[in-house]
């Protein structure tokens, strides 16, 4: 079982940045590819980014590519999202998620544990 926690969320004006931070229990942490989805009222979840167990390979949404770092510190158990030139249709509860698959997936079916989220407001 593995629990997460996100946090770092609020309101920013557009073009400024936010950082999201996700952490986890659990001494498996390190083993998990982790990924961040978020979604906006009325709208389907949708992938973020993701990252491999050992950091070595990221993947992001076309939407976020250039803009969005995703990271992670296995020591600490956490993975983190860095978010630059946030425009308003970025807005949105973001939610970091874990896969014991170990794979890059922009699916959340891929997922077994997910956080509650945190709410990003961007305004223009």
């Known amino acids: 079982q593995v629990q997460l926690v996100e946090s770092g969320g609020g309101l920013v004006q557009a073009g400024g940045s936010l950082s999201l931070s996700c952490a986890a229990s659990?001494?498996?942490?390190?083993?998990?590819?982790m990924g961040w989805f978020r979604q906006a009222p009325g709208k389907d979840r949708e992938f973020v980014a993701a990252i491999t167990w050992n950091g070595g390979t990221t993947y992001y949404s076309n939407s976020v590519k250039g803009r969005f770092t995703i990271s992670r510190d296995n020591s600490k158990n956490t993975v983190s999202l860095q978010m630059n030139s946030l425009k308003p249709e970025d807005a949105a509860v973001y939610y970091c998620?874990?896969?014991?698959?170990?794979?890059?997936?922009?699916?959340?079916?891929?997922?077994?544990?997910w956080g509650h989220g945190t709410q990003v407001t961007v305004s223009s």
């Open positions: 998620a874990s896969s014991v698959a170990r794979v890059l997936s922009p699916v959340s079916a891929v997922y077994n544990y």
């Open positions: 659990g001494r498996t942490f390190s083993l998990y590819s």
